[in-house]
Protein backbone atom coordinates (compact mmCIF):
# COMPACT_ATOMS: atom_id res chain seq x y z
CA UNK A 1 0.00 0.00 0.00
CA UNK A 2 3.02 2.58 0.83
CA UNK A 3 4.45 1.31 -2.16
CA UNK A 4 1.24 2.33 -4.52
CA UNK A 5 0.64 5.46 -2.65
CA UNK A 6 4.61 6.73 -3.45
CA UNK A 7 4.00 5.61 -6.87
CA UNK A 8 0.81 8.49 -6.97
CA UNK A 9 2.91 10.97 -5.53
CA UNK A 10 1.93 11.08 -2.20
CA UNK A 11 4.66 10.82 0.51
CA UNK A 12 3.61 12.05 3.85
CA UNK A 13 1.09 10.68 6.60
CA UNK A 14 -1.08 13.88 5.86
CA UNK A 15 -1.60 13.29 2.02
CA UNK A 16 -1.74 9.58 2.64
CA UNK A 17 -4.92 10.44 4.97
CA UNK A 18 -6.24 13.20 2.51
CA UNK A 19 -6.02 10.23 -0.46
CA UNK A 20 -7.67 7.55 1.29
CA UNK A 21 -10.47 10.10 3.09
CA UNK A 22 -11.66 12.45 0.46
CA UNK A 23 -13.22 15.19 1.93
CA UNK A 24 -15.33 17.68 0.92
CA UNK A 25 -13.30 20.06 2.68
CA UNK A 26 -10.57 19.76 0.33
CA UNK A 27 -12.71 21.17 -2.49
CA UNK A 28 -11.31 24.51 -3.71
CA UNK A 29 -13.08 27.67 -3.37
CA UNK A 30 -15.05 28.29 -6.96
CA UNK A 31 -14.03 31.60 -6.73
CA UNK A 32 -10.85 30.66 -7.53
CA UNK A 33 -11.27 29.93 -11.13
CA UNK A 34 -11.24 33.10 -13.31
CA UNK A 35 -14.03 34.97 -14.33
CA UNK A 36 -16.39 32.74 -12.07
CA UNK A 37 -17.58 35.24 -9.60
CA UNK A 38 -18.49 37.78 -12.17
CA UNK A 39 -20.86 35.57 -14.31
CA UNK A 40 -22.16 34.20 -11.24
CA UNK A 41 -23.54 37.82 -9.99
CA UNK A 42 -24.76 37.85 -13.86
CA UNK A 43 -26.35 34.59 -13.17
CA UNK A 44 -28.01 35.69 -9.77
CA UNK A 45 -29.21 38.88 -11.11
CA UNK A 46 -31.02 37.11 -14.16
CA UNK A 47 -32.64 34.69 -11.38
CA UNK A 48 -33.93 37.86 -9.29
CA UNK A 49 -35.21 39.36 -12.35
CA UNK A 50 -36.99 36.23 -13.29
CA UNK A 51 -34.76 36.74 -16.78
CA UNK A 52 -35.40 33.60 -19.26
CA UNK A 53 -32.17 31.29 -18.98
CA UNK A 54 -30.82 29.19 -21.40
CA UNK A 55 -28.06 26.54 -20.62
CA UNK A 56 -26.20 25.62 -23.83
CA UNK A 57 -24.45 21.99 -23.28
CA UNK A 58 -22.61 19.72 -25.22
CA UNK A 59 -24.05 16.10 -26.72
CA UNK A 60 -21.79 14.10 -24.35
CA UNK A 61 -21.88 12.49 -20.80
CA UNK A 62 -19.72 15.88 -19.51
CA UNK A 63 -22.31 18.12 -21.35
CA UNK A 64 -25.37 16.06 -20.42
CA UNK A 65 -24.40 15.73 -16.67
CA UNK A 66 -23.49 19.98 -16.96
CA UNK A 67 -26.32 21.39 -18.47
CA UNK A 68 -28.61 18.75 -15.64
CA UNK A 69 -26.36 20.65 -13.04
CA UNK A 70 -26.72 24.23 -13.92
CA UNK A 71 -30.60 23.43 -14.58
CA UNK A 72 -31.22 21.96 -11.41
CA UNK A 73 -29.23 24.78 -9.24
CA UNK A 74 -31.26 27.49 -10.94
CA UNK A 75 -34.89 25.57 -10.62
CA UNK A 76 -33.74 25.46 -6.68
CA UNK A 77 -33.08 28.95 -6.90
CA UNK A 78 -36.29 30.16 -8.33
CA UNK A 79 -35.33 31.06 -11.83
CA UNK A 80 -36.69 30.79 -15.62
CA UNK A 81 -34.40 28.06 -17.25
CA UNK A 82 -34.35 26.19 -20.07
CA UNK A 83 -32.18 23.98 -22.09
CA UNK A 84 -30.61 23.61 -25.61
CA UNK A 85 -28.55 20.23 -26.63
CA UNK A 86 -27.15 20.71 -30.66
CA UNK A 87 -27.85 17.77 -32.96
CA UNK A 88 -25.03 15.51 -32.85
CA UNK A 89 -25.27 14.75 -36.69
CA UNK A 90 -27.54 18.13 -37.92
CA UNK A 91 -25.55 20.99 -35.84
CA UNK A 92 -22.44 19.18 -34.74
CA UNK A 93 -20.32 19.92 -31.70
CA UNK A 94 -20.25 22.94 -29.90
CA UNK A 95 -22.05 26.70 -29.91
CA UNK A 96 -23.41 27.76 -33.13
CA UNK A 97 -24.59 30.71 -34.76
CA UNK A 98 -27.93 29.54 -35.74
CA UNK A 99 -28.99 28.07 -32.36
CA UNK A 100 -27.51 31.04 -30.59
CA UNK A 101 -29.83 33.14 -32.79
CA UNK A 102 -32.85 31.01 -32.14
CA UNK A 103 -32.54 31.03 -28.55
CA UNK A 104 -32.24 35.31 -28.96
CA UNK A 105 -35.24 35.17 -30.98
CA UNK A 106 -37.17 33.07 -28.06
CA UNK A 107 -36.91 35.76 -25.48
CA UNK A 108 -33.49 34.82 -23.82
CA UNK A 109 -32.08 37.42 -22.12
CA UNK A 110 -29.09 35.02 -20.57
CA UNK A 111 -27.17 32.45 -22.32
CA UNK A 112 -24.83 29.94 -20.24
CA UNK A 113 -22.62 27.46 -22.42
CA UNK A 114 -21.26 24.44 -20.31
CA UNK A 115 -18.41 22.27 -21.84
CA UNK A 116 -18.42 23.83 -25.07
CA UNK A 117 -18.30 27.49 -26.47
CA UNK A 118 -14.48 28.48 -25.70
CA UNK A 119 -13.56 28.87 -29.52
CA UNK A 120 -17.06 30.25 -30.65
CA UNK A 121 -15.72 33.72 -32.00
CA UNK A 122 -18.88 34.12 -34.68
CA UNK A 123 -21.77 32.36 -32.35
CA UNK A 124 -20.55 34.88 -29.91
CA UNK A 125 -20.81 38.00 -32.36
CA UNK A 126 -25.01 36.81 -32.79
CA UNK A 127 -25.61 37.19 -29.01
CA UNK A 128 -23.94 40.17 -28.83
CA UNK A 129 -25.44 41.81 -31.98
CA UNK A 130 -29.00 40.88 -30.26
CA UNK A 131 -27.90 42.28 -26.97
CA UNK A 132 -28.18 39.10 -24.99
CA UNK A 133 -25.31 38.17 -22.80
CA UNK A 134 -23.93 35.06 -23.20
CA UNK A 135 -21.01 33.10 -20.50
CA UNK A 136 -18.99 30.77 -21.89
CA UNK A 137 -17.74 27.57 -19.10
CA UNK A 138 -15.52 24.97 -20.79
CA UNK A 139 -12.39 23.34 -20.78
CA UNK A 140 -11.64 22.84 -23.84
CA UNK A 141 -8.43 24.59 -25.26
CA UNK A 142 -9.09 27.90 -27.04
CA UNK A 143 -7.16 29.32 -29.99
CA UNK A 144 -3.69 30.73 -29.80
CA UNK A 145 -2.62 33.70 -32.24
CA UNK A 146 -0.10 32.00 -34.16
CA UNK A 147 2.66 35.12 -33.90
CA UNK A 148 1.91 36.54 -30.15
CA UNK A 149 0.55 32.87 -29.18
CA UNK A 150 -1.89 35.22 -27.14
CA UNK A 151 -5.30 33.37 -26.75
CA UNK A 152 -8.31 34.71 -29.17
CA UNK A 153 -11.29 34.14 -27.39
CA UNK A 154 -15.36 35.38 -28.24
CA UNK A 155 -15.80 38.21 -26.94
CA UNK A 156 -19.28 37.42 -24.00
CA UNK A 157 -19.90 38.61 -20.89
CA UNK A 158 -17.55 36.31 -19.41
CA UNK A 159 -15.41 33.04 -19.68
CA UNK A 160 -15.04 30.63 -16.65
CA UNK A 161 -12.51 28.69 -17.40
CA UNK A 162 -9.88 26.51 -14.99
CA UNK A 163 -7.00 27.02 -17.12
CA UNK A 164 -7.32 30.51 -18.35
CA UNK A 165 -4.62 32.75 -17.49
CA UNK A 166 -5.20 36.31 -16.28
CA UNK A 167 -6.13 35.44 -12.58
CA UNK A 168 -3.69 36.06 -9.29
CA UNK A 169 -2.58 32.36 -9.52
CA UNK A 170 -3.36 29.45 -11.35
CA UNK A 171 -6.66 27.70 -10.35
CA UNK A 172 -5.35 24.69 -8.10
CA UNK A 173 -6.90 21.23 -10.78
CA UNK A 174 -6.64 22.83 -14.19
CA UNK A 175 -8.39 19.43 -14.98
CA UNK A 176 -11.90 20.02 -13.98
CA UNK A 177 -13.94 18.69 -17.01
CA UNK A 178 -17.58 20.32 -17.91
CA UNK A 179 -19.45 19.14 -15.01
CA UNK A 180 -16.98 19.98 -12.94
CA UNK A 181 -16.69 23.98 -13.84
CA UNK A 182 -20.96 23.56 -14.00
CA UNK A 183 -20.91 22.02 -10.14
CA UNK A 184 -18.49 24.66 -9.59
CA UNK A 185 -20.48 27.91 -11.11
CA UNK A 186 -23.57 26.35 -9.34
CA UNK A 187 -21.99 26.93 -6.09
CA UNK A 188 -20.69 30.39 -6.59
CA UNK A 189 -24.44 31.09 -7.96
CA UNK A 190 -25.80 29.88 -4.61
CA UNK A 191 -23.45 32.01 -2.76
CA UNK A 192 -24.12 35.12 -5.13
CA UNK A 193 -27.92 34.46 -4.49
CA UNK A 194 -27.60 35.02 -0.90
CA UNK A 195 -24.79 37.66 -0.65
CA UNK A 196 -22.51 35.85 1.29
CA UNK A 197 -20.25 33.09 1.35
CA UNK A 198 -22.26 30.17 2.70
CA UNK A 199 -25.15 28.55 0.41
CA UNK A 200 -28.79 28.00 2.11
CA UNK A 201 -29.39 24.54 3.91
CA UNK A 202 -31.96 23.98 0.50
CA UNK A 203 -28.90 24.67 -1.53
CA UNK A 204 -26.41 22.72 -0.14
CA UNK A 205 -28.33 19.78 0.01
CA UNK A 206 -28.93 20.59 -3.13
CA UNK A 207 -25.09 20.76 -4.37
CA UNK A 208 -24.33 17.64 -2.39
CA UNK A 209 -26.84 15.92 -4.46
CA UNK A 210 -25.46 17.09 -7.79
CA UNK A 211 -21.91 15.61 -6.90
CA UNK A 212 -23.48 12.09 -8.50
CA UNK A 213 -23.99 13.95 -11.91
CA UNK A 214 -20.70 15.42 -11.75
CA UNK A 215 -19.09 12.22 -10.67
CA UNK A 216 -20.98 11.09 -13.46
CA UNK A 217 -19.31 13.60 -16.37
CA UNK A 218 -15.98 13.51 -14.52
CA UNK A 219 -15.67 9.90 -14.97
CA UNK A 220 -16.72 9.40 -18.03
CA UNK A 221 -14.60 12.63 -19.61
CA UNK A 222 -11.62 10.37 -18.56
CA UNK A 223 -10.39 13.60 -16.73
CA UNK A 224 -7.15 13.00 -14.18
CA UNK A 225 -9.13 11.56 -10.72
CA UNK A 226 -6.84 13.26 -8.27
CA UNK A 227 -7.25 15.95 -6.27
CA UNK A 228 -10.70 17.76 -6.09
CA UNK A 229 -11.67 15.59 -9.56
CA UNK A 230 -10.57 12.50 -6.67
CA UNK A 231 -13.21 14.18 -4.08
CA UNK A 232 -16.13 14.79 -6.78
CA UNK A 233 -15.53 11.47 -7.67
CA UNK A 234 -15.37 9.62 -4.58
CA UNK A 235 -18.90 11.80 -2.60
CA UNK A 236 -20.34 11.33 -6.72
CA UNK A 237 -20.44 7.46 -6.65
CA UNK A 238 -20.90 7.00 -2.97
CA UNK A 239 -24.18 9.30 -3.67
CA UNK A 240 -25.17 7.80 -6.92
CA UNK A 241 -27.08 4.99 -5.79
CA UNK A 242 -29.05 6.86 -3.08
CA UNK A 243 -29.76 10.03 -5.40
CA UNK A 244 -33.00 11.57 -4.62
CA UNK A 245 -33.01 13.01 -8.80
CA UNK A 246 -35.45 11.01 -10.65
CA UNK A 247 -33.50 10.38 -13.65
CA UNK A 248 -30.67 9.01 -12.34
CA UNK A 249 -32.51 6.73 -10.14
CA UNK A 250 -34.09 5.20 -14.07
CA UNK A 251 -30.77 4.92 -15.71
CA UNK A 252 -29.40 2.72 -12.49
CA UNK A 253 -32.39 1.35 -12.83
CA UNK A 254 -32.18 0.66 -16.29
CA UNK A 255 -28.81 -0.65 -15.86
CA UNK A 256 -30.11 -3.51 -13.28
CA UNK A 257 -28.00 -1.49 -11.28
CA UNK A 258 -30.32 -0.95 -8.34
CA UNK A 259 -29.00 -1.41 -4.68
CA UNK A 260 -25.34 -2.23 -5.79
CA UNK A 261 -22.51 -0.42 -4.56
CA UNK A 262 -21.21 1.43 -7.51
CA UNK A 263 -17.54 2.11 -8.61
CA UNK A 264 -15.87 4.12 -11.33
CA UNK A 265 -16.38 0.70 -13.94
CA UNK A 266 -19.88 1.37 -13.45
CA UNK A 267 -20.08 4.50 -14.29
CA UNK A 268 -17.42 4.02 -17.62
CA UNK A 269 -19.16 1.37 -19.07
CA UNK A 270 -22.62 0.77 -17.90
CA UNK A 271 -24.33 3.87 -17.55
CA UNK A 272 -21.85 6.33 -19.36
CA UNK A 273 -22.44 4.48 -22.63
CA UNK A 274 -26.52 4.79 -22.08
CA UNK A 275 -26.18 8.21 -21.48
CA UNK A 276 -23.81 9.00 -24.89
CA UNK A 277 -26.07 6.87 -26.44
CA UNK A 278 -28.70 9.41 -26.90
CA UNK A 279 -26.18 11.60 -28.67
CA UNK A 280 -24.61 9.00 -30.98
CA UNK A 281 -27.62 7.56 -31.68
CA UNK A 282 -30.57 10.09 -32.13
CA UNK A 283 -30.63 13.80 -29.65
CA UNK A 284 -29.30 13.97 -26.35
CA UNK A 285 -32.24 16.20 -25.32
CA UNK A 286 -33.55 13.32 -24.23
CA UNK A 287 -30.72 12.37 -21.93
CA UNK A 288 -31.14 15.75 -20.08
CA UNK A 289 -34.74 15.64 -20.29
CA UNK A 290 -34.62 12.37 -18.23
CA UNK A 291 -32.06 13.99 -15.79
CA UNK A 292 -33.93 17.27 -15.56
CA UNK A 293 -37.38 17.42 -15.76
CA UNK A 294 -39.22 13.95 -16.85
CA UNK A 295 -41.70 12.62 -14.41
CA UNK A 296 -40.86 8.91 -13.32
CA UNK A 297 -42.22 7.53 -15.72
CA UNK A 298 -41.07 9.39 -18.29
CA UNK A 299 -38.02 9.12 -16.74
CA UNK A 300 -37.91 5.41 -17.16
CA UNK A 301 -39.16 5.28 -21.16
CA UNK A 302 -36.23 7.68 -21.71
CA UNK A 303 -33.64 5.03 -20.11
CA UNK A 304 -35.45 2.03 -21.51
CA UNK A 305 -35.09 3.98 -24.78
CA UNK A 306 -31.30 4.37 -24.39
CA UNK A 307 -30.83 1.07 -23.59
CA UNK A 308 -32.40 0.03 -26.99
CA UNK A 309 -29.97 2.58 -28.60
CA UNK A 310 -26.70 1.32 -26.85
CA UNK A 311 -27.34 -2.09 -28.38
CA UNK A 312 -28.33 -0.84 -31.65
CA UNK A 313 -24.92 1.41 -31.10
CA UNK A 314 -23.11 -1.59 -30.31
CA UNK A 315 -24.13 -3.41 -33.55
CA UNK A 316 -22.90 -0.59 -35.55
CA UNK A 317 -19.33 -0.39 -33.65
CA UNK A 318 -18.73 -3.66 -33.98
CA UNK A 319 -18.94 -3.52 -38.32
CA UNK A 320 -17.15 0.30 -38.62
CA UNK A 321 -14.70 -1.62 -36.37
CA UNK A 322 -13.88 -4.39 -38.75
CA UNK A 323 -13.91 -1.89 -41.78
CA UNK A 324 -11.37 0.13 -39.72
CA UNK A 325 -8.86 -2.53 -39.26
CA UNK A 326 -9.34 -3.85 -42.70
CA UNK A 327 -8.43 0.20 -43.89
CA UNK A 328 -5.54 0.55 -41.53
CA UNK A 329 -4.03 -2.86 -42.41
CA UNK A 330 -4.43 -1.93 -46.05
CA UNK A 331 -2.47 1.54 -45.41
CA UNK A 332 0.49 0.05 -43.79
CA UNK A 333 -0.49 1.61 -40.27
CA UNK A 334 0.80 -1.25 -38.62
CA UNK A 335 4.45 -0.52 -39.88
CA UNK A 336 6.95 0.63 -38.16
CA UNK A 337 7.36 3.67 -40.05
CA UNK A 338 3.45 4.80 -39.81
CA UNK A 339 2.88 7.60 -36.90
CA UNK A 340 -0.70 7.87 -37.23
CA UNK A 341 -3.45 6.67 -37.97
CA UNK A 342 -6.35 8.55 -40.41
CA UNK A 343 -9.21 6.63 -41.70
CA UNK A 344 -12.19 7.67 -43.69
CA UNK A 345 -15.50 5.39 -44.57
CA UNK A 346 -18.54 6.38 -46.83
CA UNK A 347 -21.65 5.52 -44.60
CA UNK A 348 -19.85 5.58 -41.14
CA UNK A 349 -22.14 6.73 -38.68
CA UNK A 350 -20.54 9.77 -37.10
CA UNK A 351 -22.08 9.44 -33.45
CA UNK A 352 -19.86 6.13 -33.18
CA UNK A 353 -16.36 6.61 -34.79
CA UNK A 354 -15.08 8.16 -31.55
CA UNK A 355 -15.30 5.16 -29.95
CA UNK A 356 -14.01 2.56 -32.92
CA UNK A 357 -10.72 5.73 -32.77
CA UNK A 358 -10.18 4.89 -29.41
CA UNK A 359 -10.59 0.69 -30.38
CA UNK A 360 -7.63 1.67 -33.11
CA UNK A 361 -5.51 3.37 -30.83
CA UNK A 362 -5.71 0.22 -28.49
CA UNK A 363 -4.75 -2.01 -31.43
CA UNK A 364 -2.12 0.23 -33.15
CA UNK A 365 -1.04 2.44 -30.32
CA UNK A 366 -1.16 5.68 -32.69
CA UNK A 367 -2.86 8.93 -32.81
CA UNK A 368 -6.18 8.20 -34.59
CA UNK A 369 -8.67 9.98 -36.91
CA UNK A 370 -11.54 8.22 -37.99
CA UNK A 371 -13.37 10.40 -40.63
CA UNK A 372 -17.52 9.68 -41.01
CA UNK A 373 -18.08 10.75 -44.79
CA UNK A 374 -21.23 12.07 -46.20
CA UNK A 375 -22.36 13.49 -49.53
CA UNK A 376 -18.79 15.32 -49.97
CA UNK A 377 -18.63 16.12 -46.18
CA UNK A 378 -16.62 14.46 -43.14
CA UNK A 379 -17.37 14.39 -39.79
CA UNK A 380 -13.88 13.29 -37.53
CA UNK A 381 -13.09 11.93 -33.73
CA UNK A 382 -9.44 11.88 -33.01
CA UNK A 383 -8.17 10.23 -29.35
CA UNK A 384 -4.63 10.20 -28.60
CA UNK A 385 -1.39 8.61 -27.13
CA UNK A 386 0.61 10.24 -24.38
CA UNK A 387 2.79 12.57 -25.73
CA UNK A 388 0.88 14.02 -28.37
CA UNK A 389 -1.43 16.88 -28.15
CA UNK A 390 -4.83 16.29 -30.49
CA UNK A 391 -5.81 20.08 -30.65
CA UNK A 392 -2.57 20.94 -31.75
CA UNK A 393 -1.98 19.22 -33.96
CA UNK A 394 -5.56 19.72 -35.94
CA UNK A 395 -4.50 23.86 -35.55
CA UNK A 396 -1.43 22.35 -37.41
CA UNK A 397 -3.62 20.64 -40.43
CA UNK A 398 -6.18 23.69 -39.92
CA UNK A 399 -6.07 24.66 -43.95
CA UNK A 400 -7.92 21.78 -44.59
CA UNK A 401 -10.44 21.24 -41.96
CA UNK A 402 -13.69 23.40 -41.69
CA UNK A 403 -14.16 23.28 -37.96
CA UNK A 404 -11.81 21.46 -35.00
CA UNK A 405 -11.85 21.38 -30.95
CA UNK A 406 -11.34 19.48 -28.23
CA UNK A 407 -7.85 18.95 -25.65
CA UNK A 408 -5.09 16.93 -26.09
CA UNK A 409 -6.00 13.26 -25.66
CA UNK A 410 -9.53 13.39 -27.76
CA UNK A 411 -11.04 16.46 -30.50
CA UNK A 412 -13.75 16.66 -33.39
CA UNK A 413 -13.23 18.07 -36.92
CA UNK A 414 -15.42 19.10 -39.61
CA UNK A 415 -14.03 18.88 -43.28
CA UNK A 416 -14.65 18.81 -47.17
CA UNK A 417 -14.41 14.80 -48.63
CA UNK A 418 -11.93 15.80 -50.90
CA UNK A 419 -9.27 17.44 -48.18
CA UNK A 420 -9.20 13.48 -46.62
CA UNK A 421 -6.02 12.98 -47.90
CA UNK A 422 -4.92 15.77 -48.25
CA UNK A 423 -5.39 15.74 -44.30
CA UNK A 424 -4.03 12.81 -43.83
CA UNK A 425 -0.81 13.77 -45.08
CA UNK A 426 -0.63 16.98 -42.85
CA UNK A 427 -1.46 15.00 -39.90
CA UNK A 428 0.69 11.90 -40.19
CA UNK A 429 3.92 14.35 -41.47
CA UNK A 430 2.93 16.07 -37.90
CA UNK A 431 2.87 12.48 -36.43
CA UNK A 432 6.38 11.85 -37.84
CA UNK A 433 7.86 15.32 -36.58
CA UNK A 434 7.03 15.00 -33.01
CA UNK A 435 6.48 11.26 -32.20
CA UNK A 436 9.75 8.66 -31.53
CA UNK A 437 9.54 5.09 -32.14
CA UNK A 438 9.71 4.94 -28.66
CA UNK A 439 6.34 5.99 -28.28
CA UNK A 440 4.50 4.07 -30.19
CA UNK A 441 5.38 0.50 -28.26
CA UNK A 442 2.88 0.05 -25.52
CA UNK A 443 3.73 0.24 -22.10
CA UNK A 444 2.10 -0.98 -18.95
CA UNK A 445 3.61 0.31 -15.46
CA UNK A 446 4.32 -2.20 -12.87
CA UNK A 447 3.36 -0.72 -8.83
CA UNK A 448 5.00 -3.40 -7.23
CA UNK A 449 6.05 -7.62 -7.03
CA UNK A 450 4.22 -9.63 -5.06
CA UNK A 451 3.88 -13.29 -4.37
CA UNK A 452 0.52 -15.17 -4.31
CA UNK A 453 0.61 -15.35 -0.74
CA UNK A 454 1.24 -11.87 -0.17
CA UNK A 455 -2.09 -11.22 -1.96
CA UNK A 456 -4.35 -11.82 0.64
CA UNK A 457 -8.16 -11.04 1.09
CA UNK A 458 -7.19 -8.28 3.51
CA UNK A 459 -4.50 -6.90 1.05
CA UNK A 460 -6.83 -6.49 -2.06
CA UNK A 461 -9.22 -5.15 0.65
CA UNK A 462 -7.34 -2.17 0.77
CA UNK A 463 -6.33 -1.66 -2.59
CA UNK A 464 -10.00 -0.91 -3.48
CA UNK A 465 -9.19 2.03 -0.94
CA UNK A 466 -7.23 3.55 -3.10
CA UNK A 467 -10.01 3.92 -5.55
CA UNK A 468 -12.04 5.09 -7.79
CA UNK A 469 -9.86 4.16 -10.13
CA UNK A 470 -9.27 6.19 -13.60
CA UNK A 471 -7.17 8.31 -15.90
CA UNK A 472 -4.22 9.12 -13.65
CA UNK A 473 -4.93 6.67 -10.98
CA UNK A 474 -5.21 3.16 -12.34
CA UNK A 475 -5.87 0.39 -11.06
CA UNK A 476 -2.80 -1.15 -9.20
CA UNK A 477 -1.31 -2.97 -11.65
CA UNK A 478 1.27 -5.88 -10.00
CA UNK A 479 4.19 -8.00 -11.14
CA UNK A 480 3.98 -11.62 -10.16
CA UNK A 481 7.10 -13.13 -11.16
CA UNK A 482 7.25 -16.92 -11.21
CA UNK A 483 4.71 -18.71 -10.76
CA UNK A 484 3.83 -22.78 -12.35
CA UNK A 485 0.57 -23.37 -14.36
CA UNK A 486 -0.95 -25.57 -12.45
CA UNK A 487 -3.37 -26.37 -15.32
CA UNK A 488 -3.71 -25.55 -19.12
CA UNK A 489 -5.45 -22.23 -20.06
CA UNK A 490 -8.87 -22.78 -21.60
CA UNK A 491 -10.99 -20.78 -23.33
CA UNK A 492 -14.25 -19.43 -21.67
CA UNK A 493 -16.55 -16.72 -22.21
CA UNK A 494 -19.33 -16.77 -25.26
CA UNK A 495 -17.22 -16.48 -27.91
CA UNK A 496 -14.31 -17.99 -26.22
CA UNK A 497 -11.97 -14.52 -26.45
CA UNK A 498 -11.02 -15.17 -22.67
CA UNK A 499 -8.31 -17.09 -20.64
CA UNK A 500 -8.84 -19.11 -17.40
CA UNK A 501 -5.86 -20.42 -15.73
CA UNK A 502 -4.66 -21.88 -12.57
CA UNK A 503 -1.78 -20.84 -10.69
CA UNK A 504 0.67 -22.24 -7.99
CA UNK A 505 3.75 -21.22 -5.96
CA UNK A 506 4.75 -22.60 -2.99
CA UNK A 507 2.11 -23.90 -0.93
CA UNK A 508 -0.49 -20.79 -2.66
CA UNK A 509 -2.42 -21.45 -5.49
CA UNK A 510 -5.15 -18.58 -7.65
CA UNK A 511 -7.62 -18.30 -10.34
CA UNK A 512 -6.45 -16.17 -12.89
CA UNK A 513 -8.17 -14.49 -15.90
CA UNK A 514 -6.96 -12.71 -19.27
CA UNK A 515 -9.58 -10.85 -21.17
CA UNK A 516 -9.57 -11.08 -25.02
CA UNK A 517 -6.58 -13.22 -25.06
CA UNK A 518 -4.19 -13.33 -27.99
CA UNK A 519 -4.65 -16.72 -29.84
CA UNK A 520 -1.91 -19.36 -28.99
CA UNK A 521 -1.57 -18.59 -25.11
CA UNK A 522 -3.67 -21.39 -24.64
CA UNK A 523 -1.01 -24.03 -26.19
CA UNK A 524 0.85 -23.01 -22.46
CA UNK A 525 1.58 -26.24 -20.99
CA UNK A 526 0.99 -27.03 -17.34
CA UNK A 527 3.86 -26.57 -15.35
CA UNK A 528 5.35 -23.93 -17.55
CA UNK A 529 6.76 -21.11 -15.10
CA UNK A 530 5.41 -18.01 -16.07
CA UNK A 531 5.39 -14.06 -15.08
CA UNK A 532 2.49 -11.80 -14.80
CA UNK A 533 1.23 -8.61 -14.91
CA UNK A 534 -2.09 -8.65 -12.99
CA UNK A 535 -4.26 -6.82 -11.20
CA UNK A 536 -5.77 -8.74 -7.85
CA UNK A 537 -9.56 -8.23 -7.48
CA UNK A 538 -12.42 -9.86 -5.20
CA UNK A 539 -14.34 -12.73 -7.19
CA UNK A 540 -17.75 -13.46 -5.64
CA UNK A 541 -19.07 -16.55 -6.29
CA UNK A 542 -22.07 -18.76 -4.54
CA UNK A 543 -21.74 -16.45 -1.60
CA UNK A 544 -17.62 -17.57 -1.44
CA UNK A 545 -15.08 -14.45 -1.80
CA UNK A 546 -11.81 -15.09 -2.79
CA UNK A 547 -9.00 -13.27 -5.01
CA UNK A 548 -8.41 -13.88 -8.50
CA UNK A 549 -5.82 -12.42 -10.72
CA UNK A 550 -6.85 -10.40 -13.62
CA UNK A 551 -3.66 -10.51 -16.24
CA UNK A 552 -2.98 -7.77 -18.44
CA UNK A 553 0.25 -9.20 -19.74
CA UNK A 554 2.27 -12.54 -19.38
CA UNK A 555 5.20 -13.99 -20.13
CA UNK A 556 7.47 -16.98 -19.78
CA UNK A 557 10.16 -16.57 -17.02
CA UNK A 558 13.50 -15.79 -17.73
CA UNK A 559 12.55 -14.41 -21.04
Known sequence: MAQVLLNRGIDTAEAGQQFLRPSLKLL???????????????????????????VYGDYDVDGITAVSILWHALKTLGGDVHYYIPHRLEEGYGLNADAVAEICEGGAKLIITVDCGVTAIDPAKVAKARGVDLIITDHHEWREDHQTNEPVLPDVHSIVHPRLPGGEKPYPNPNLCGAGVAFKLAWG???????????SDVYRAFLLDATALAALGTIADVVPLVGENRVIAAFGLSGLSASKLTGIRALID?????????????VGFRLGPRLNA???????????EMLTDASPARAMEIATFLETQNHERQTIEKGILESA????????CDRDDCRAVVLGGEGWHPGVIGIVASRIVERFHRPTVMIALNNGHGSGSARSISGFHLAHALEVCTEHLET???HEMAAGLKMQSANLIPFREAFCAHAR???????????ITLEATATLGQLTLALVKDLQRLGPFGQGNPKPLICVPGVTLASPPRRVGKAGNHLQMLVRQGTATMQCILFNAADGLEKLEKGTVIDLAAQAQLNEYNGYVSVQLCI????????
Open 189 to 199: IGKAVVGANRV
Open 278 to 288: SGRMGHAKLAV
Open 433 to 443: ELLTPEQLIPE
Open 552 to 559: EDLRESGL
Open 404 to 406: HGG
Open 325 to 332: VQQAILLG
Open 28 to 54: HDPSLIPNLEKASQRIAQAVRDKEKIV
Open 254 to 266: SAQLTGKPLDAYH
